[in-house]
């Protein structure tokens, strides 16, 4: 899934650039791609790990590099926040990682991985409807967004999409995505610390702590061993930690600062595009009619979306 930080980027960052250097379509070209990839690393990683452990051992990784790196880069004064801000990161980094990409891991087990991508896609959906509920006014784009949003879902969920692990997996993965889009708008509104990457660092061990907590009740460890795991899934758990939760990110959390909003915001809808094509192409996923005409669908709806909020911001 994207940045911790992303919906918090979309409404404080006002003075941008209005140009992309080649510097920051490289990046760019980095978050389409390694973000994309997360969803094939992820179906990967739970062929032969369990998913909620593999999901805390990867936040509690990548959080823990994030640490040691910004204590070596700026030392211990870069990683003090206030009790406040902590409990905050805390909570956001539970629904966004733990509610969020934990149970990503979990419907892979069931689902192929670009129909998972699609499904996270209806993230921006959810956040414009909670946004809603708290008194804000979506523009007409937004709102036929939300409506192109809806009937995307009711297409990827039509009968003879697959057998009923499906439907289960596609059940958590939704629930999974509300809970991402609860904690991006919270995410904006509660007091984190100012340092971008310590927020993600805190956040990604609390998530991190918060999924192998599920893991435990889910019975996990329970007949778990090592020498089972392949040397793929290990390899892309390595990716994930690495690349997609350090690598990208950085890459992201730049591009908040150097490159326009609205075309660094079009990573929502390239990534499950690139999910797609990588899990058809990798792992042979089918390309069902669901799958190509819900995709599409949902594709548009985020497109509008953030359209909506581009012209919005003008």
Same mark, same amino acid.
């Given at each position: 899934?994207?940045?911790?930080?992303?919906?918090?980027?979309?409404?404080?960052?006002?003075?941008?650039?209005?140009?992309?250097?080649?510097?920051?379509?490289?990046?760019?070209?980095?978050?389409?791609?390694?973000?994309?990839?997360?969803?094939?690393?992820?179906?990967?990683?739970?062929?032969?790990?369990?998913?909620?452990?593999?999901?805390?051992?990867?936040?509690?990784? %990548? *959080?823990? @590099? &994030?640490? /040691?790196? =910004?204590?070596?880069?700026?030392?211990?004064?870069? $990683?003090?926040?206030?009790?406040?801000?902590?409990?905050?990161?805390?909570?956001?980094?539970?629904?966004?990682?733990?509610?969020?990409?934990?149970?990503?891991?979990?419907?892979?087990?069931?689902?192929?991985?670009?129909?998972?991508?699609?499904?996270?896609?209806?993230?921006?959906?959810?956040?414009?409807?909670?946004?809603?509920?708290?008194?804000?006014?979506?523009?007409?784009?937004?709102?036929?967004?939300?409506?192109?949003?809806?009937?995307?879902?009711?297409?990827?969920?039509?009968?003879?999409?697959?057998?009923?692990?499906?439907?289960?997996?596609?059940?958590?993965?939704?629930?999974?995505?509300?809970?991402?889009?609860?904690?991006?708008?919270?995410?904006?509104?509660?007091?984190?610390?100012?340092?971008?990457?310590?927020?993600?660092?805190?956040?990604?061990?609390?998530?991190? %702590? *918060?999924? @192998? &907590?599920? /893991?435990? =009740?889910?019975?996990?460890?329970?007949?778990?061993? $090592?020498?089972?795991?392949?040397?793929?899934?290990?390899?892309?758990?390595?990716?994930?930690?690495?690349?997609?939760?350090?690598?990208?990110?950085?890459?992201?959390?730049?591009?908040?600062?150097?490159?326009?909003?609205?075309?660094?915001?079009?990573?929502?809808?390239?990534?499950?595009?690139?999910?797609?094509?990588?899990?058809?192409?990798?792992?042979?996923?089918?390309?069902?009619?669901?799958?190509?005409?819900?995709?599409?669908?949902?594709?548009?709806?985020?497109?509008?979306?953030?359209?909506?909020?581009?012209?919005?911001?003008?």
């Amino acid at each position: 899934m994207a940045s911790t930080k992303a919906s918090a980027g979309l409404e404080q960052l006002a003075h941008r650039p209005q140009s992309m250097s080649g510097m920051a379509w490289l990046a760019l070209t980095v978050v389409y791609i390694v973000w994309g990839s997360t969803y094939l690393g992820i179906r990967i990683t739970v062929e032969t790990l369990p998913p909620l452990l593999s999901a805390g051992a990867r936040f509690i990784t %990548a *959080g823990a @590099l &994030l640490i /040691a790196l =910004l204590a070596w880069r700026r030392g211990a004064t870069a $990683l003090r926040v206030a009790p406040r801000q902590l409990a905050s990161a805390a909570l956001v980094g539970l629904l966004l990682l733990t509610g969020g990409n934990g149970l990503a891991f979990l419907a892979e087990t069931q689902l192929p991985s670009g129909l998972t991508a699609l499904l996270v896609a209806l993230t921006p959906v959810w956040m414009t409807l909670l946004r809603v509920g708290s008194g804000y006014r979506p523009s007409v784009m937004a709102l036929i967004g939300v409506g192109l949003g809806v009937l995307g879902l009711l297409v990827l969920t039509a009968p003879g999409l697959s057998g009923r692990t499906a439907v289960t997996g596609i059940i958590v993965m939704v629930a999974g995505t509300l809970m991402w889009a609860l904690g991006s708008v919270l995410s904006s509104r509660l007091p984190l610390p100012g340092d971008v990457f310590a927020t993600s660092a805190y956040e990604m061990l609390a998530g991190g %702590a *918060g999924c @192998l &907590l599920l /893991a435990m =009740l889910h019975g996990e460890p329970t007949g778990f061993h $090592l020498h089972a795991v392949s040397v793929r899934s290990w390899a892309a758990l390595a990716y994930l930690v690495v690349f997609g939760s350090i690598g990208a990110f950085t890459c992201y959390a730049w591009l908040l600062h150097a490159a326009p909003l609205p075309i660094v915001s079009t990573y929502a809808y390239v990534n499950p595009v690139v999910a797609v094509i990588l899990g058809a192409l990798v792992l042979r996923e089918p390309l069902t009619w669901n799958i190509v005409i819900g995709g599409t669908v949902i594709v548009a709806a985020v497109a509008s979306i953030v359209s909506g909020e581009r012209h919005r911001s003008r």
